[in-house]
């Protein structure tokens, strides 16, 4: 595990050199990789390798002559002492608590463990640990309702269970906290675990698809929230809330809570939970298409997670900036931070997050043109599958394989891959994948020249997406629809589906804050209409296109002297010669004389529409000037 960590790690720092990064920047990398590998060895209970690996990071941050990383390791190397101290003292009472036979002493030995356990995120040993405590409590005839840390026991065995995957058996637990905490409720303690129980138990409801309750748990949250004096239970109300609304699909909503509860966190200096707001929010944004704000969420992350011990965020940082910069269409970026997801899931050992890792490799290989080299990952991720028996993993990895055998032209394999990962879909009946099946269907269909299977699945695709308020996939598929309406030359319906896949972006208040997205659809919408020589229709849509704001890049700086070039010749259809020259003229102003210059096919366009415009409104004297200009230019 750890020497595949250091070869994927080494990848990584080879990629850097290949983009130009500089050596100092490779050893702070490998400063950050040695505190992960600390982490993921403590998380092991390999304590002396651990403390081995803070030590090579001491080192290296006195190298880099870095303040900050030689303080972050001395920090490490501190909460390294505390654990085992922590640890050791438990299990020293442990020991003691054997000898004398004192149950009660035990049970306290038992949930001490246990805390650690659940401090390093295992928390199967954790349960069993609670577990022990409670059974050992209610065996000696100690009376529970006096048991301070009972509640708490019982309220992190609950966790435990949720966090493991095991809803049914957290669902048991939160209720009997919830009755105990309910009889015992004579401090504010009491009144605020009661309140927060209230969301775990909504939490827990709705991953077992019944809504309706846990409507009501999390309304009776936030009311007993607003009523108590606790301040980190009404903080957290907002974030528990928002967490609600994303599990819902209510992204909007879910960022109104959120963005409140990040403010609160950063007034209070609370890194951890500043950390894990940024995440929270960057999902929201992402499933919104707002993948500019998401990157920017992410990277707040990610610079906080690197000046924590939580190695296991880092990794989820990693992977959302990988999937939002392959939708942004940054492909060495988004390979960069794959590279860097797949390093840290060989430290954590974890064969979930390696196997999720080379899947987003693959993709982007795969969106890169590369789908041999995407097809050899492919191979990597199912031998993984079998076994570590990821089977929930199956069917975006078949999905990837059929959509690389599409890429070769290989028909036949492709649709007997796309058949299986329907198959799957069905049983899960989870509605992302669904709407992938959906997807992949329809581009097989649409590869194979049946528009109207193709249209059929897309169409599928949407309503299920909808129902979902899913809108990255709503977008997907008005796209594809649009896309194969072109393919069938029905130009009127692909244009509605552009115009659709535009306004959806409007209303939902979706797409990057640059209207990239927006711009893309009505560009589409426009070319069609010229097309069909509908030139007044056409003419609106580029007015409406430079109404839109420009974001920042380069690119979308020099595209307004293009929007007005060709609205410029969309009036010369229409025989408006002055609005024409004017928008031509607009593009000579000094903003916009570098764009121009840079695209020759621009330029010619531009001074033929000058010279047109001014022949037909009878100054011959400067159309010739123009085309002198053409010429000799």
Request: glycine share 4%; net charge positive; aromatic share 8%.
């Amino acid at each position: 595990m750890y020497e595949d960590a250091l070869k994927t790690f080494l990848q990584c720092v080879e990629f850097h050199k290949e983009r130009g990064t500089g050596v100092s920047e490779s050893v702070d990398q490998m400063c950050g990789m040695y505190a992960c590998i600390g982490d993921a060895y403590l998380g092991l209970q390999q304590i002396a390798a651990a403390d081995q690996a803070y030590d090579q990071m001491l080192r290296l941050a006195r190298i880099l002559n870095s303040t900050s990383a030689e303080i972050d390791a001395l920090t490490r190397l501190g909460r390294l002492k505390r654990y085992k101290a922590s640890r050791r003292w438990a299990e020293k009472q442990l020991d003691i608590a054997l000898k004398l036979g004192d149950r009660l002493m035990e049970a306290d030995a038992c949930s001490a463990l246990g805390d650690v356990e659940f401090e390093v995120r295992r928390f199967g040993n954790a349960a069993k640990l609670y577990q022990k405590r409670l059974e050992l409590v209610s065996s000696g005839g100690c009376p529970i309702k006096h048991d301070g840390t009972m509640l708490q026991a019982l309220h992190r065995l609950g966790t435990c269970h949720y966090l493991n995957g095991s809803y049914d058996e957290a669902l048991s637990t939160y209720r009997s906290a919830l009755r105990l905490a309910e009889e015992s409720e004579s401090g504010s303690n009491e009144r605020s675990l009661v309140c927060m129980l209230h969301a775990d138990l909504a939490f827990c409801l709705l991953s077992l698809s019944r809504s309706a309750d846990a409507v009501k748990h999390m309304s009776l949250h936030w009311t007993l929230s607003r009523d108590t004096v606790n301040s980190k239970v009404r903080s957290m109300a907002f974030k528990n809330v928002g967490r609600y609304y994303a599990k819902c699909g209510e992204y909007k909503k879910c960022i109104e809570y959120m963005e409140k509860y990040l403010m609160i966190v950063q007034e209070e200096n609370e890194l951890s939970e500043e950390l894990e707001s940024c995440l929270i929010l960057g999902d929201a944004h992402r499933k919104l298409a707002c993948y500019l704000e998401a990157v920017r969420f992410y990277n707040q992350a990610l610079t906080m997670a690197k000046d924590t011990s939580n190695y296991t965020v880092l990794a989820n940082a990693y992977r959302s900036l990988a999937v939002s910069k392959m939708k942004l269409h940054e492909f060495n970026d988004a390979m960069e931070c794959a590279k860097y997801f797949l390093a840290i899931a060989h430290i954590l050992g974890n064969a979930e997050s390696k196997c999720d890792a080379l899947l987003t490799i693959s993709e982007i290989l795969l969106l890169t043109g590369k789908p041999k080299a995407s097809l050899k990952v492919i191979g990597k991720a199912m031998n993984l599958i079998i076994a570590a028996s990821l089977n929930h993993l199956q069917r975006k990895t078949l999905g990837l394989l059929g959509l690389n055998y599409l890429t070769l032209e290989k028909y036949r394999e492709a649709m007997s891959v796309f058949w299986q990962e329907k198959a799957l879909a069905e049983q899960t009946k989870n509605s992302d994948d669904l709407c992938s099946v959906c997807e992949h269907l329809g581009a097989y269909f649409r590869a194979q020249n049946q528009v109207d299977q193709a249209l059929q699945e897309y169409r599928k695709q949407a309503s299920i997406a909808k129902a979902t308020n899913n809108l990255e996939k709503q977008l997907d598929a008005w796209w594809n629809m649009a896309e194969t309406q072109i393919r069938a030359k029905n130009l009127d319906e692909a244009r509605r589906c552009f115009q659709r896949h535009a306004d959806l972006m409007i209303l939902c208040g979706g797409g990057d804050r640059s209207f990239t997205a927006v711009r893309k659809a009505l560009l589409k919408v426009a070319d069609l209409l010229e097309r069909q020589k509908r030139w007044l229709s056409s003419a609106k849509c580029y007015e409406r296109l430079l109404s839109l704001p420009l974001g920042d890049d380069a690119e979308e700086r020099t595209m307004a002297p293009v929007l007005r070039v060709r609205l410029g010749w969309m009036m010369v259809r229409l025989l408006r010669f002055e609005r024409a020259r004017t928008e031509f003229l607009s593009c000579l102003k000094q903003n916009s004389t570098a764009a121009v210059s840079a695209n020759e096919s621009l330029a010619v366009r531009l001074y033929q529409g000058l010279a047109y415009c001014e022949a037909a409104l009878g100054d011959t004297k400067s159309s010739l000037a123009r085309l002198t200009t053409l010429l000799t230019d």
